[in-house]
Each structure stands twice: as C-alpha cells, then as structure tokens.
C-alpha cells in the first residue's frame, strides 16, 4: 500500500517568515494529494490541495507544489502568523483512490 | 446539516471492557472511515466503507470491528479493550472516492478513549 513520508516533526519559526513541510510517497498510481491543519484538541481540517495533473496551487498565504516524477509535494506558508501554529498533516490517496493515507504530521510553532 | 457526529467525545475503559464508539454523518456520504491517532503521531486507517454492507480493513484492524448497515451510520466495536488501544479515535466521511475528483475527507470531531 501508500506509505507517506513527513519532514520535519517539528517546526519553528519567527513571526513573518516563511514555513515549509516536505513529503514523499510511494505510490505512483496516488493522484491526489491535501493537507489539513490541527489545532489542539480540534478535528483535522482541509487547507489545501493538489491533485496531480496540477504542478503548484495557491491560496493566499498557503501553496502547495508536486513533483510526480520525484514522488515529493511540499506545503509553503508564508507571512506566518501565530494562528497558524498548529499541526499539519499531508496526505495522499494511493493506488485505488479509496482512502489517504497520512504522514505522521509536523508540528508548527510561530514565535511572536 | 451536522456533517460527521461522534459519541461519545470522551470515555475511559477498564482492560477487557467492550464499547461501540457511534459514527453518523448526513451528506449522504457513501465513503466512511475509521482512523486512530495515538499521541503526537500521524493517522492509521483502522476500517473504511464503500458503502451500505461493505466493509475492508485498514492499516490497525486488530482488536476492532465495523458494520454499515446504512449509508448515515458507521459504528466502530472495541472488543476486549487492551491499552494499547488508548487514542484519539476520527471517523471521517466523503462522497465519492477521495482519490477520484480531489474531495477530501469530512471528519468527526473525535472520541478519546483512554484503557486503564
């Protein structure tokens, strides 16, 4: 089945840089690929997706780009604001399409 | 419109106790999903549904059962609950296969279970 790397586990960053999470796969067939963000206590939420007939995907603050030959996709967060501390998690959908399979997520601090 | 209801939010079990942890979502969702996410860790499918009496395993299946009787609910059984079974529990839902449009999961609020 889909095994979906995450990197790093942990992030910190200050107030107004820019935060970036990595991910692999291994499944080439995976055609669709999101990320959620999970604040404390709270249900993991939607932020972003991509599916693979796309490069690259904005909105807003957030992108998120794929490279399907290297099997990589990446989330970019720019302008970081401390709301955004949370962990985020990617995910992709592996050969059937029938379910994700997540990345062990990435924890997101923003220092003031 | 409740999207994916979860009962209970939070239960603790005593070792060798059963429980049913309830599912229920009305979008008319074919496609539901039991995930786990034990502390500070990513999240492993249990059992998901392609729809009404169908059921597969995920990833975890172990010490766990399912039934879908109808495409609203989705029950998840914990038979003999052990304490590696203490976790977060998410059900999550979608409408067509996630992989087929892009349409991402609706999830549940959780239950933490806690085996002691």
């Known amino acids: 089945g889909e095994n979906v790397e995450q990197h790093p586990s942990t992030l910190s960053v200050q107030e107004g840089d820019s935060a970036v999470i990595k991910c692999t796969y291994s499944d080439s067939a995976s055609n669709y690929f999101p990320w959620y963000k999970q604040e404390l206590g709270k249900r993991p939420q939607l932020i972003i997706d991509i599916r693979s007939n796309v490069g690259e995907k904005k909105d807003q603050r957030i992108a998120v780009t794929l490279n399907k030959t290297a099997k990589h996709f990446s989330l970019h967060i720019t302008e970081t604001q401390p709301e955004d501390s949370a962990v985020y998690f990617c995910?992709?959908?592996?050969?059937?399409?029938?379910?994700?399979?997540f990345g062990g997520g990435t924890r997101l601090m923003v220092k003031p | 419109n409740a999207g994916v209801t979860q009962t209970p939010k939070f239960r603790i079990l005593k070792i060798g106790q059963s429980m049913t942890l309830q599912c229920a979502q009305d979008?008319?969702?074919?496609?539901m999903y039991w995930y786990r996410q034990d502390p500070g860790m990513g999240l492993k499918l249990i059992y998901y549904s392609v729809g009404a009496g169908i059921t597969d395993k995920g990833e975890v299946p172990n010490g766990y059962n399912v039934s879908r009787s109808t495409t609203e609910d989705f029950p998840l059984r914990l038979e003999l609950a052990a304490p590696s079974q203490t976790s977060v529990y998410f059900c999550?839902?979608?409408?067509?296969?996630?992989?087929?449009?892009?349409?991402?999961?609706?999830f549940g609020s959780g239950t933490r279970l806690t085996v002691v």
């Open positions: 999550a839902s979608s409408y067509i296969p996630t992989g087929a449009m892009g349409y991402g999961y609706t």
């Open positions: 979008m008319n969702h074919n496609y």
């Open positions: 995910a992709a959908s592996g050969n059937a399409g029938n379910m994700l399979t």
